[in-house]
């Protein structure tokens, strides 16, 4: 057993707060225990230390204006404990540090009020969101400190985990590091009526899994920011809180998995391998649920799991080790779930689910090629915002293809839904064919996508495709598309007026 001193002068287990290399190495000097341990990578945290309760993001009540429902938010810094009785700084919306739940359905008109109260530049994107690419939120939708913001938009797509996060040049990967980000679920009664858990908070569950490097007194730590990948930490924290535990009252408990690590590749399993079903992925549901014991997720995919518990039992959710580099060397433990000794029934998940068409690819298809490479280019250019890199026709399906020969990235497109048709030329597992916005393309890896892009025509403002690593779309592996009226592509011009 390692012992380490807190500031009080106590001694308490290391495993108790999964202390970092690097707090560690300053508490102990760099010597002895230290120099030891440098250059090996954390074990998981012990399970019997997550016991703190998670907390579930509070739902962000509309404000009803006409047809409209509005929702206010304000981007602010603030003081949260991402680990019980210790204060960390974060940035949060409408708090220190994550948001609100935004809720509505296919059909609603959405206005979302914004307020940027941080003392630096920000915006805010609706991830996995169709909508017109002036309300996106990308990097050309800027909002200085003290003014407003106020996308307003119908939704039109199917029940769906999306979640909203800063995407401003340069400074995304430190802005979701410190807190920004939350969840925007569209919601559909069909899904309820197929037996999936649907009561939020209890048998309904978000989790926002990001990995971050906490201080000896609990404070993010910035460190690492530039480093190739950015900040790989080693504590996972789930909903703004690390070591967390889920109290489980319902048979069956659906979990919206979402990874909001900045780089981090994330295997998810239970600790006993039991089976799961899958039931939607990024953008939407599944035709039929999928039974699965593992999962993969690149930063920035969703993916929606049903599990079913017994009275009494206890079981981690972790991610195991993995061979994408230093994205997923290591073992970590992210969740644990107690059941109670008495368990509400819960019904079977239908065999049949309310999962939208695959989109049907034109013969031939219209062929896009991305090919990333080793200097964060995408097709032998960097992001630059005054360029158009493709045009391409509103409602379109095309086919595209990502291609990887250097170091594991992903692919994150706006203003479209997708799925993957293969991986390297073999289809990918059930669990992966799912409607999508982000796919892992790991290094020496090709996928095949069937595109479907949003309805809406705008010459002038841009969609981005880019790697979602947010260290690299910082660095400008970003490129932009503009949807237009079919037919209007070759007179688009491609330099954007500042
Ligand atoms: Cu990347």
Redesign the pocket.
């Known amino acids: 057993m390692i012992w380490s001193a807190d500031v009080s002068g106590a001694l308490e287990p290391l495993h108790a707060r999964q202390i970092s290399r690097r707090a560690l190495l300053t508490a102990v000097g760099v010597s002895g225990v230290g120099l030891a341990l440098a250059g090996c990578t954390t074990q998981p945290a012990d399970p019997d230390s997550f016991v703190n309760a998670l907390p579930i993001p509070p739902e962000l009540s509309p404000r009803v204006d006409g047809d409209t429902l509005v929702f206010t938010l304000s981007a602010q810094a603030g003081t949260t404990e991402l680990i019980p009785g210790q204060t960390a700084n974060g940035f949060g919306y409408n708090g220190a540090y994550l948001g609100p739940t935004l809720r509505a359905r296919q059909g609603d008109r959405v206005r979302v009020e914004f307020t940027n109260a941080l003392d630096e530049v920000t915006t805010l994107h609706w991830h996995g969101m169709l909508l017109p690419a002036k309300y996106d939120g990308g990097p050309h939708q800027t909002v200085e400190p003290g003014n407003t913001w106020n996308p307003e938009w119908e939704i039109v797509q199917p029940a769906a985990t999306l979640w909203y996060h800063p995407h401003v040049m340069g400074q995304t990967a430190e802005q979701v590091y410190r807190g920004l980000g939350g969840l925007f679920l569209i919601d559909d009664a069909a899904l309820t009526e197929a037996g999936v858990p649907s009561t939020y908070g209890v048998d309904d569950i978000p989790v926002i899994m990001q990995d971050r490097n906490l201080t000896g007194s609990g404070d993010l730590d910035l460190a690492g920011l530039n480093a190739t ?1 950015g900040i790989l930490g080693d504590t996972m924290v789930v909903n703004g809180r690390a070591l967390a535990a889920l109290d489980v009252t319902t048979e069956a408990v659906h979990l919206r998995l979402l990874n909001a690590c900045n ?1 981090r590749i994330l295997h998810l399993e239970f600790d006993d391998q039991r089976e799961f079903q899958v039931i939607a992925t990024d953008t939407g549901a599944l035709s039929a649920p999928v039974t699965a014991n593992t999962v993969t997720l690149s930063n920035g995919e969703r993916i929606e799991i049903v599990v079913r518990m017994s009275a009494d039992e206890q079981i981690m959710l972790r991610s195991a080790k993995g061979t994408n580099d230093v994205l997923d060397n290591q073992e970590m433990n992210i969740l644990r779930l107690r059941a109670a000794s008495s368990l509400a029934t819960s019904p079977e998940v239908a065999q049949t689910l309310p999962g939208s068409a695959a989109p049907v690819l034109p013969s031939p298809p219209t062929v896009r090629d991305f090919q ?1 490479g080793n200097d ?1 280019s995408i097709n032998g250019v960097m992001m630059d915002m005054s360029r158009i890199d493709e045009v391409m026709a509103a409602g379109a399906v095309e086919e595209w293809r990502v291609t990887n020969t250097v ?4 692919f994150h497109a706006h203003g479209c839904s997708f799925r993957v048709l293969e991986i390297n030329g073999k289809q990918p597992p059930a669990w992966q064919q799912g409607p999508k916005d982000t796919v892992l393309v790991a290094q020496g890896t090709s996928v095949r996508l069937a595109v479907q892009l949003v309805d809406e025509a705008d010459a002038e403002h841009p969609y981005m495709y ?4 947010l ?3 910082d660095e400008g ?1 970003m490129g932009q598309f503009v949807t237009v009226e079919p037919g209007t592509e070759a007179s688009v011009n491609r330099t954007l007026r500042s």
Do not use: D, I, T
């Open positions: 990948y780089a990333f964060m170091m594991p990235h992903n880019h790697c979602h690593m260290r690299h779309e592996m």
